[in-house]
């Protein structure tokens, strides 16, 4: 049986990519929004959502921190994918007619030099592959997109240019997330781990000086701290951590401990295995 994942955004996304390359051809359901993506997962047990969660340039994913306390799916993997842009036009066509090129934020801003160089005219759409949809139907000569080689053979498209971004080796961090709440996968020595949490501190002077010093006495490696804001307050700010290690380790228990006492809430979203990719760099 096929996995059914869910992404945002159209077929031919680097969220459709990457899911090809995570599950052996997975049954990929396109939805319009990250909400509507993990509202999906949360009803259904047997599909898995493939979220970007942040962008090696671009930093992390609008709208992704505030839902993930939001829904609390638990985080099962993560992938890394390095993104290579192209651009697409329609059949037959030529760059010295294309005058506007449209992308989703993340791209146009990744590809600046280049649409600075041919002279395009940037308009923002909500994705890459969308905006390679569009194109498709609209069959506009004059327009051009930044999408995937993937997006050009589904919406039969032409790619003028290959590695159309202007630093190579931009990657993409993506989890893998479910609503099963399936056994927790077990501490191994012999493996890496990266355990996820969101909390929020408790209205204490020191309070995250406090909440993260376990992780330093116990020689605990963090990963990724950030904070954000979430019901339209700036009064008090959420937490998200990567810990590196699983939550079973001594130091890693003993820090949560910690970080537990100086918290009103503490949510670990996944203990799980660390990407091949994040221990090879």
Known sequence: MKQKIAIQGELGSYSHLASNKIYKDPEVIPCKTFNDTLNLVKKN??????????????????????????????????????????????????????KIVKSHSHAIGQCQEKINKYNLSPIIEADTAGSAKKLSEENRNDVAV??????????????????????????????IMSSNETKKINYDKNQKFITTCIFKLKSTPAALYNSLGGFASHSVNLTKLESFTVNNTFDQALFYLD???????????????????????????????????RINH
Do not use: M
């Not at 032409?158 to 993409?172: H, P, R, S, Y």
């Not at 001594?250 to 401990?257: I, M, N, P, R």
């Open 45 to 98: 047990k047997d599909i898995v959502a493939v979220i970007p969660i942040e962008n090696s340039i671009a930093g992390r994913v609008a709208d992704v921190h505030f839902l993930l306390p939001k829904y609390k799916l638990k985080i099962i993997g993560e992938s890394f994918h390095v993104v290579n842009h192209c651009l697409l036009a329609t059949r037959g066509n030529d760059l010295k007619n294309i």
């Open 146 to 175: 930044i999408a995937s080689e993937l997006a050009a053979e589904i919406y039969q498209l032409d790619i003028l240019e290959k590695d159309f971004e202007d630093v190579k080796g931009n990657t993409t961090r993506f989890l």
């Open 243 to 277: 810990i590196e290690g699983h939550d079973e380790e001594e130091g890693v228990k003993a820090s949560l401990d910690i970080l537990k006492k100086n918290t009103e809430t503490l949510d670990i979203l996944g203990v799980y295995q660390a990407s091949d990719y």
